[in-house]
């Protein structure tokens, strides 16, 4: 088996885990579990607690310790038994627990899966640039394949989603050993705990234009996994209006168009930078976001079903044009000496501290608008479309930025 096809298979099933359960948890643990708003936005922030040390942490050990294709294995396979011991546990604190120690064990394996496929591509000659990209794809790919699978074999709303994703996890940790190796890096060449966590990439808060940037990360970092969090026990709540509807039976299947637009929008992202500059595009993703809730609110799996399904397909451009784009213009206006640490400081922003309070936040929105256990999605979606809108007004009036079309490099 070449290289590239065992990287595929790597990157394939890192995101397998993940998609086995990330959309439909939540509305297990409503639905079937009869957990709050406010329980489910908990467990799910359990991602962006992790996220803010956790990644440092598993780095520095792989970078001066351990091989990280060992670091790798062993983390994935520890989140895969928690994960099924997750699928035993029916009570809030014991799962939020275990949840918490699957976070601190997963997220890390985000980057460690990257560092593993990077270091193999260039020991072997290839232009990591041209080669990754249609490698990672694959992830995506498997990340759609699991929802696929957990929806068709009817298990959005049971605990066989979590062995699904648990035994592809153990998989994929055995897997990991097999892949080349990533020794440990001379001390001199290994990143230091400030470093990795993005610490000293606080000297940019003192731009003025850097420091906006950040903080309106973090406040839209807050609407990136309220769908995810909460898109499956709304279609569930429709199951007696619409109890064949498409959206009803394969919630799974609708809700992944989202990561298959994903995918394309993508590919437009040097274009739309190029043309009109970050402050444009991250623009544009906010009021993406404010369409996708607003289509949420007013759409349903019947006769709205289309108004649902386009709100999928803005998904892709409300994530991306953020995600990446932002991504993309950290690398571009920070010192290559603290490059690293400032794409580690826009994780912490993001999937760190926006992700931790939007969970938080967006259950007690869920259970505000709940009354006898009945939940007023209208009310709820359109509270986030406003959130979003608020951000979409404030963000071009403080963000000073002008665009020069040459700066931008396809």
Same mark, same amino acid.
């Given at each position: 088996?070449?290289? @590239? ?15 086995? +359960? ?23 922030? %359990? ?20 091989? &990280? ?11 895969a038994l928690l994960l099924l011991a997750a699928s035993k546990i029916t009570d809030y604190p014991t799962l939020y627990i275990i949840m918490l120690f699957n ?17 193999? /591509?260039?020991?072997?000659?290839f232009n990591i640039v041209k080669s990754f990209p249609p490698i990672r794809v694959w992830g995506t790919i498997g990340f759609i394949a699991a929802m696929w ?5 009817? +298990? ?8 699904v994703a648990g035994g592809a996890g153990i998989l994929l940790g055995l897997y990991a050993f097999t892949m080349p190796k990533r020794p440990p890096l001379k ?6 705990? &400030?470093?990795?966590?993005? /610490? ?7 731009? @003025?234009?850097? &420091? ?14 309220? %769908? ?26 609708? /809700? ?22 970050? @402050? @444009? ?7 993406? +976001?404010?369409?996708?809730?607003? /289509? ?67 259950? +007690? ?5 709940? %009354? ?15 959130? &979003? ?22």
């Amino acid at each position: 088996m070449g290289l @590239k096809t065992r990287l595929i298979a790597m990157n394939f099933l890192q995101f397998f885990v993940w998609g086995a +359960w990330l959309i439909s948890l939540g509305g297990y643990m409503i639905v079937t579990l009869n957990f709050t708003g406010v329980q489910v936005g908990s467990i799910f922030s %359990t991602m962006g607690v992790a996220s803010l040390f956790m990644p440092a942490i598993m780095g520095i050990i792989s970078d001066r310790f351990f091989n &990280a294709e060992r670091v790798l294995g062993v983390c994935h396979i520890f989140a895969a038994l928690l994960l099924l011991a997750a699928s035993k546990i029916t009570d809030y604190p014991t799962l939020y627990i275990i949840m918490l120690f699957n976070s601190m064990l997963y997220m890390p394996t985000i980057a460690l899966a990257n560092t593993v496929s990077y270091n193999a /591509l260039e020991r072997k000659g290839f232009n990591i640039v041209k080669s990754f990209p249609p490698i990672r794809v694959w992830g995506t790919i498997g990340f759609i394949a699991a929802m696929w699978i957990v929806d068709f074999l009817g +298990w959005t709303k049971n605990a066989n989603q979590l062995y699904v994703a648990g035994g592809a996890g153990i998989l994929l940790g055995l897997y990991a050993f097999t892949m080349p190796k990533r020794p440990p890096l001379k001390i001199r060449d290994a990143r230091s705990l &400030a470093n990795s966590v993005g /610490l000293d990439a606080f000297v940019l808060f003192r731009n @003025k234009k850097m &420091a906006v940037f950040f903080t309106v990360s973090m406040f839209l970092g807050a609407a990136l996994q309220i %769908t995810n969090l909460f898109g499956g026990a709304f279609l569930d709540d429709f199951k007696t209006m619409y109890p064949h509807s498409f959206g009803v039976q394969h919630p799974n299947l609708l /809700l992944s168009i989202s990561q298959i637009s994903e995918t394309l929008f993508i590919l437009t992202i040097p274009f739309f930078l190029q043309k009109f500059g970050i @402050k @444009k595009v991250m623009l544009l993703s906010i009021f993406a +976001w404010v369409l996708r809730f607003s /289509l949420f609110g007013i759409g349903n799996p019947g006769n709205g079903l289309y108004l649902l399904v386009f709100s999928m397909i803005v998904y892709g451009m409300a994530f991306d044009f953020f995600n990446i784009s932002g991504s993309l213009f950290v690398e571009r206006e920070s010192d290559p000496k603290i490059r690293a640490s400032a794409q580690g400081l826009f994780m912490i922003m993001t999937n760190g501290l926006g992700a931790f309070f939007g969970g938080i936040l967006s259950g +007690w929105v869920v259970d505000y608008f709940t %009354t006898n256990g009945v939940r007023d999605w209208q009310s709820i979606w359109f509270s986030f479309s406003g959130y &979003a809108l608020v951000l979409a007004v404030i963000f071009p009036i403080i963000f000073k930025y002008k665009h020069i079309k040459e700066d931008i490099v396809e």
